[in-house]
């Protein structure tokens, strides 16, 4: 087992096509989309830094950011927000999520 990844490999949430629509509703940045795929994967920000090739602050950095744009305190909120956002876009309603 790669140190980047996490002890527990969890699957991917959403297809590319449903990372873009998310990425657009919450208008996250491309490096923005990247950590939050990552933090959903099971990431820590030290395996985060590392496969993106960041600092360590700099990937807390943009989880502040992320977290503001997502209306979230915690990282465990990044998955779990993500997903009720994406079954609101399916089922074509943009709903009261931030």
């Known amino acids: ?3 980047l990844q996490p002890r527990t490999p969890l699957p991917d949430l959403f297809t590319k096509e449903q990372w873009t629509a998310l990425a657009e509703r919450f208008r996250l940045s491309k490096r923005q989309k990247e950590i939050s795929r ?5 990431y820590s920000n030290t395996g985060i830094a590392r496969e993106l090739g960041l600092k360590h602050d700099t990937v807390r950095m943009h989880n502040r950011e992320l977290f503001k744009k997502l209306a979230i305190r915690q990282r465990m909120g990044v998955p779990i927000h993500l997903v009720l956002a994406e079954r609101e876009l399916t089922r074509g309603n943009t709903g ?3």
């Open 1 to 3: 087992m790669s140190p």
């Open 38 to 42: 990552l933090i959903c994967l099971g």
């Open 96 to 98: 009261s999520l931030a």
